[in-house]
């Protein structure tokens, strides 16, 4: 029976120590694995973080293509208004100079100017956009349609 009791001491140190062994190396891995987790949960963060940072930029793109598409179409009308404006501008430019030339060799029995002096058998000879051939009796003059009275502005268009 001593034998026996003296087995059992020695089993139960035996367990006690193999328990201790596992307790420490249990110890060890988890000390180890809340450092994994805590690089884990950080690299988690960062992913998250990227994911983020992606999502926004698609939305930006996203965005930016539908702006770029507004864009294109705002030019384009753009373009169709320039070729718009600049027909109606060649067709007053012809109108214009129809009604100027349908003026010239015409007399006119008297012209007054802005500044009030009076012009009798006045014959316009030449129109431009700065100056005005007129003829008289007493010769040629060239005004500007500056000195034009407001009437006579109005009928050439100036």
């Not at 120590?17 to 180890?32: A, H, K, P, R, S």
């Not at 100017?113 to 956009?129: E, N, R, S, V």
């Amino acid at each position: 029976m001593k034998n026996f009791i003296a087995l059992l001491i020695f089993g139960g140190a035996l367990t006690a120590l193999y328990f201790y062994w596992q307790y420490e190396g249990i110890g060890v891995n988890l000390t180890d694995n809340r450092q994994s987790l805590t690089s884990y949960e950080q690299t988690v963060e960062l992913k998250r973080a990227e994911f983020k940072a992606l999502v926004n930029a698609l939305e930006w793109q996203k965005d930016n293509d539908k702006k770029l598409a507004a864009l294109t179409d705002i030019q384009a009308k753009e373009a169709k208004l320039r070729e718009s404006y600049n027909q109606l501008a060649n067709e007053r430019f012809q109108i214009v100079s129809k009604m100027r030339q349908a003026v010239i060799g015409k007399t006119i029995p008297e012209l007054i100017l802005a500044d009030g002096k009076k012009l009798t058998q006045a014959k316009i000879t030449k129109l431009d956009d700065n100056t005005i051939s007129i003829t008289l009796p007493s010769g040629v003059l060239k005004i500007t349609p500056s000195d034009l009275s407001a009437d006579w502005k109005e009928r050439l268009h100036y």
